[in-house]
């Protein structure tokens, strides 16, 4: 089994920066891809950032482009998201992933979830 746990999350003002991080533990050699999703309330959880298990590889949706960069330190055992120029409309609950695949963006690629840290941004 893996264990995911999310932080970094809060209140920021709308052009300001946060970073997630997502500590992974247990099993940790069934891990290859790992992305971020998020949900926010009424809407269906979509894909915000993944990076492959060799760290060159990364993807990024439209929304976030430019202004995410996903990184993972895999002696640590961390994965962050480092979120700049914020908008209201990133507010949401923020999930990591990991998947079994070496790299992946759909939520069904993943098998491992953690249980989300809310990030606010105020306009």
């Known amino acids: 089994q893996v264990q995911l746990g999310e932080s970094g999350g809060g209140l920021v003002q709308a052009g300001g920066s946060l970073r997630l991080s997502c500590i992974f533990s247990?099993?940790?050699?069934?891990?290859?891809?790992m992305g971020w999703f998020r949900q926010s309330p009424g809407k269906e959880r979509e894909f915000v950032a993944a990076i492959g298990w060799d760290e060159g590889t990364t993807g990024y949706s439209a929304a976030v482009k430019g202004r995410f960069t996903v990184s993972r330190d895999n002696v640590g055992n961390v994965l962050y998201l480092q979120m700049t120029n914020l908008k209201p409309e990133d507010t949401a609950v923020y999930f990591c992933?990991?998947?079994?695949?070496?790299?992946?963006?759909?939520?069904?690629?993943?098998?491992?979830w953690g249980q989300g840290t809310q990030v606010t941004v105020s306009s």
């Open positions: 992933a990991a998947s079994k695949l070496l790299f992946a963006t759909t939520a069904p690629q993943f098998a491992y």
């Open positions: 247990g099993r940790t050699r069934d891990i290859y891809g």
